[in-house]
């Protein structure tokens, strides 16, 4: 048992370590998700980074689902959608559905922020599926408003990919579910997905008048003023399409006027421009039409530059996401790995220490006590010596005539005295062997400290390096951000990107990559040349430097360099070129010298995106 102890304790202080860093990350995890359901800011991806990470190593299925998903929401917070719909789906690997205790409401949730996700990336087959099984979840976890409120999304879905009859059908069922568990405000909100479905077809107009009438009578959301909010006011675009098909052009003008609200975006003004003109083209009056197509024209085009710079920004960010985010996440895998190998092993050492030590100690303790107790028995022999030689001499003095027995009695001490010296010989030669033991002991104990000083001082070399890596990590990603905002501040990144989009759907292009894909498919050297002359079209600025610093040996670097600029991987290049990683990353290294003064390998890539504009 006492040997046990100092591992019991270094177990207990451990074991109390891990318990508070457990409540930490709990608290954490508590405090994002209270604020998710404010709809507040989330605190910092790093904390939540941290948090998933630990769940991943020591949580529980149900703790890592809730872990990555609030890590998406904080993603989601700062308008990171790629990497937000990254952290969603890794939350939906975690999960074990199988499971009796599986957390449904939180799967359903992430379900959910997957559908607007994919909503705002147009992405709208995946967000049919992902609304479904938001439903799906949601009514698992008896979150019946929850269940309900993906229905009516799911009908959204289906308006915007056209399917008119699923769209009906499903906010119909949205409808009648609102109504059959209490939500009739709910159900009258909703049918104004409805009312767009039926404006433009003129057989099904008396029952958008229906619907019409049952929003202007129940619906708690008019104020005292009878206004709608301005997230509500496409309402008067349906009231005024149903007014204008029934020819009340007075009303028509009327409702169509009142979708204006102050402060009102351009964009959101083309149902009522368009509404406007079509009054005024049905009266005939020439000057009104003029007007109003101008505005709605004006509108229009606000609308499509609007939608054109989101889908450029969403297509930016996957670029940098796609681009950087798998390097970023294998780096940090291998950061950590190597951490915890490392703090395993200085955790063994400490643990080997103890033991050695506590080893090293009991065995002096045993030591000690023999020598007390040899010294103990040579005393008390010695003793019993003196003592019978002193009595053996008072014998000889009286009994001087009995020689015979005065010479047994002699040889019987000398034979004690033999017995004596033997006995003293044995004693001393094991406290030679013991001594010689303690510092061979001694010895593997200061080999021990030598080692783990060594593990020690190359821990901290590492870790060092490792940081340092990061950091210039950092500073690489820090000066792409601001390439590329810079990038989006200028009015020719469109016509690079077109070049570069119009360089990758040439047929050349598309069958270098299948090969990077297949390795058993070798490239032709009729294929290279035609790659190249493709290239050349494209990218003439980086053809011309490429080709002017070359030698009619570097045709390997021409090679490199048209691959590397294609987006291919060390590996891809030395498959489709037959030759080793390590002469690949060498080229790569000449080349980024040749060109831009950089011997290293891994910035060429973000060189020739910055100097030649490509966008691969």
């Known amino acids: ?165 699923s769209a009906e059908t499903t906010i119909r069922t949205a409808m009648n579910l609102y109504e059959k568990h209490g939500y009739k405000q709910r159900s009258i909100q909703s049918s104004n997905i409805l009312m767009h479905i039926l404006v433009n077809t003129p057989s099904r107009w008396p029952e958008l008048k229906e619907l019409i009438d049952r929003y202007d009578k129940e619906c708690e959301l008019f104020d005292v003023n009878r206004e709608l909010p301005p997230y509500k006011r496409q309402y008067y675009y349906y009231k005024g399409k149903y007014f204008e098909n029934t020819n009340q052009l007075d009303s028509a003008e009327f409702y169509y006027r009142r979708i204006y609200y102050p402060e009102m975006r351009a964009i959101y003004q083309t149902p009522m421009f368009e509404g406007l003109l079509s009054v005024f083209q049905k009266r005939h009056q020439p000057d009104s039409i003029a007007k109003y197509a101008q505005l709605y024209c004006a509108a229009t085009d606000s609308s499509t530059i609007s939608k054109d710079k989101d889908i450029t920004a969403q297509l930016t960010a996957s670029y940098n996401y796609t681009l950087y985010q798998k390097e970023a996440r294998t780096n940090e895998r291998k950061a950590n790995a190597i951490m915890r190998w490392w703090l395993l092993t200085i955790l063994l050492g400490i643990i080997l220490l103890l033991v050695v030590s506590y080893s090293v100690l009991r065995y002096r303790r045993i030591q000690q006590e023999k020598h007390r107790e040899i010294k103990r028995l040579h005393d008390i022999e010695l003793n019993k010596q003196i003592s019978l030689y002193n009595k053996k001499k008072e014998e000889l003095h009286q009994l001087r005539a009995l020689s015979d027995d005065y010479k047994e009695e002699l040889d019987n001490l000398r034979k004690l005295h033999s017995i004596h010296q033997e006995l003293l010989s044995i004693l001393q030669n094991e406290l030679s062997v013991a001594t010689m033991d303690n510092e061979r002991y001694r010895t593997l104990y200061a080999q021990s400290r030598k080692d783990f000083e060594n593990v020690v001082s190359e821990y901290e070399f590492k870790q060092k390096s490792l940081f340092k890596e990061l950091e210039e990590l950092k500073l690489e990603t820090i000066s792409q951000r601001n390439r590329i905002n810079a990038l989006n501040s200028n009015g020719t990144t469109l016509e690079w990107i077109e070049n570069s989009r119009k360089f990758a759907e040439t047929p050349i292009f598309k069958r270098i990559m299948y090969a990077a894909n297949h390795p058993l498919e070798p490239v032709q050297e009729s294929e290279w040349q035609e790659l190249a002359i493709a290239f050349s079209t494209h990218f003439p600025a980086l053809y011309h430097d490429i080709t002017h610093q070359l030698d009619k040996t570097g045709q390997l670097k021409f090679k490199v360099c048209i691959l590397t600029a294609m987006g291919l991987r060390n590996g891809e290049q030395a498959c489709l070129l037959d030759k080793s990683k390590q002469t690949i990353t060498n080229t790569m290294s000449a080349l980024n010298k040749m060109l831009f003064g950089n011997s290293s390998s891994r910035t060429l890539f973000k060189n020739l995106v910055e100097r030649y504009n490509i966008f691969l």
């Open 1 to 165: 048992m006492k040997r046990l102890l100092p591992i019991i304790i270094l177990l207990t202080f451990l074991t109390a370590c891990y318990d508070g860093q457990r409540r930490e990350m709990l608290a954490l995890l508590d405090e994002a998700d209270s604020l998710n359901r404010a709809y507040a800011q989330l605190p910092s991806d790093t904390l939540l980074l941290e948090a998933a990470d630990f769940f991943d190593r020591h949580g529980s299925r149900n703790e890592q689902v809730r872990a990555h998903y609030l890590l998406g929401c904080a993603y989601r917070d700062q308008g990171q959608a790629p990497r937000a719909v990254d952290c969603f789906l890794d939350a939906v690997a975690k999960a074990d559905i199988s499971a009796v205790d599986c957390d449904f409401h939180v799967l359903g949730c992430v379900y959910s922020q997957l559908g607007d996700q994919y909503h705002i990336q147009l992405l709208f087959e995946d967000e049919v599926q992902a609304r479904k099984l938001s439903h799906h979840f949601a009514k698992l976890a008896g979150d019946t408003l929850g269940a309900i409120s993906s229905i009516n999304l799911l009908a959204a879905a289906y308006i915007l990919k056209n399917e008119l009859d």
